[in-house]
């Protein structure tokens, strides 16, 4: 038998077989959100141990995800909502190398990390907390370590305003079903590719553009601490 790891695909059922036991409407949204999401490839892009968080990571599927990729890897969860780290709290039996926390962006202080994933929470958060909470992620990472940070980009108007008519109305389902507990924001707060750079790059972090295709138009950005041009 080879000693390689299973596919990351394979992974991914792996997590979705987590949330089981929980209410239809639950298991609708966390599958929404792998397939809407590559979290796999995502995955892939951030070290193979040390500790990472997951900031406003929802039901915790990446988490999940990153834990069970990586056995070497301390995953935290952190999301305002606590209904959702309930349920994700739920998730992880008897497993040491994951753990959930409820806390809001906006007030928390950080531990240190070694990566921190951000993966489709900023705009719904307001654009004046957007550079402290880079400044926090820059503080709280270790020299070396990883901020991946997926946004939403309103460049492609129509695009954009379609996939976010599709989330506001099946958020505003889930929350009637009580699969989700915190209100849904009628205003966004999204940064063009070119805006990020620059918050990024004035920041203090050194980032690159990914190329991982994504069903929300947005961006994937690598960034380490340390200044330099984006591509
Ligand atoms: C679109 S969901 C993404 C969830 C997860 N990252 C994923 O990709 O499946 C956005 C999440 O951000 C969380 N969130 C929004 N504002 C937050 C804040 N200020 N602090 C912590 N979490 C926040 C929401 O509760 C929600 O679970």
């Given at each position: ?12 059922e ?84 994951i ?9 928390l ?12 929470v ?18 709280a ?91």
């Amino acid at each position: 038998m080879s000693g390689a790891p299973p596919p990351r695909d394979d992974i991914l059922e792996r997590v979705l077989r987590l949330y089981d036991g929980e209410r239809r409407a639950t298991r609708f949204h966390v599958a929404m959100r792998a397939r809407r999401v590559p979290f796999p490839a995502l995955e892939a892009l951030l070290p193979r141990e040390g500790r990472v968080a997951d900031l406003g990571c929802g039901h915790g599927v990446f988490a999940n995800l990153l834990a069970l990729a990586g056995p070497r890897r301390e995953v935290v969860g952190i999301d305002r909502d606590a209904g959702k780290i309930e349920i994700a709290a739920r998730t992880v039996g008897s497993r040491g190398n994951i753990r959930f926390s409820a806390g809001d962006l906006s007030t928390l202080r950080l531990d240190p990390f070694d990566a921190i994933a951000i993966i489709g929470v900023l705009y719904l958060i307001p654009y004046p907390r957007h550079r402290p909470i880079l400044e926090q992620c820059r503080d709280a990472l270790a020299p070396g370590g990883t901020l991946l940070l997926n946004t939403v980009d309103p460049s492609e108007g129509i695009r954009f305003w379609r996939s976010k008519i599709i989330e506001f109305t099946a958020n505003m389902a889930f929350r009637l079903t009580g699969a989700q507990s915190t209100s849904v924001p009628m205003r966004l707060y999204p940064r063009r590719r070119e805006e990020w750079k620059a918050m990024l790059a004035s920041t203090g972090f050194s980032a690159s553009a990914a190329a991982v295709p994504l069903a929300t138009p947005g961006n994937v950005f690598i960034c380490r601490r340390g200044r330099a041009v984006l591509s």
